[in-house]
């Protein structure tokens, strides 16, 4: 079975340091990607960053960027810079097959 | 319109009531998929259209019935609902033959089950 877990249920930043996200998955599968989505209070969800598992090299989204370690089957979410704006609900999502398994979620506050 | 849509925003309905919920995605993606955000649960995937075919129904029970009359339209028709099924609906769109499988999202349908 394919899990994602984010072990911390919230977390806090003031404006302007920076914040990292962890995750972790299991998945027997090969081939998959890995994501990060967003959900503001507005409850839109948005696609923050994308990771193909078979790519070594972290992806980078402006002040967002992915620390990816395959083999520790680790997925953590790095904001720099952190804006108000940034205040949301973080979930870290595995795709396989066309179908998503998302965490449970981790609150962002930020302190201004 | 761009992105995906859905329709109502908020919903509130009796137990004995039907109604549906309506999405509609304007990017030419092939594939649709209905989403339970419950408070305090990991978001259930429900069901998943790919090219107007349902190719998933994750146990869901039969008092939810999905529709996709075209690849563009997904409806969730609700009859006989239980307070438990009060949640947030969430749908999505993806291109299944795409290199990413990124999902796209409406802004969702708040139900509440009176």
């Not at chain 1, 992915?66 to 520790?72: D, G, I, L, R, Y």
């Amino acid at each position: 079975a394919q899990t994602v877990t984010q072990s911390q249920p919230e977390m806090s930043v003031q404006e302007a340091e920076t914040v990292t996200l962890s995750c972790t998955y299991d998945t027997s599968e090969s081939d998959y990607y890995l994501f990060w989505y967003k959900q503001p209070p507005s409850r839109q969800m948005i696609l923050v960053i994308r990771q193909e598992a078979y790519k070594q090299q972290n992806a980078t989204e402006n002040r967002f960027s992915v620390n990816f370690q395959k083999a520790a089957k680790s997925f953590s979410l790095k904001i720099s810079d952190s804006q108000l704006g940034d205040a949301a609900m973080y979930f870290c999502v595995m795709e396989y097959g066309n179908k998503l398994v998302f965490g449970a979620g981790t609150i962002l506050r930020v302190k201004s | 319109e761009t992105g995906v849509t859905q329709t109502p925003r908020h919903l509130v309905m009796g137990m004995t009531n039907k109604k549906s919920l309506k999405c509609e995605q304007h990017l030419g993606h092939n594939a649709m998929y209905w989403y339970k955000q419950s408070a305090k649960k990991p978001l259930e995937l429900m069901f998943v259209y790919n090219f107007k075919e349902q190719t998933e129904n994750n146990s869901v029970p039969s008092r939810f019935s999905p529709e996709c009359p075209n690849s563009s339209h997904l409806f969730l028709h609700l009859h006989t609902l239980q307070p438990e099924d009060s949640a947030l609906y969430l749908c999505a769109s993806s291109q299944e033959d795409s290199s990413s499988y990124e999902q796209y999202f409406g802004p969702g349908t708040r139900l509440t089950v009176t």
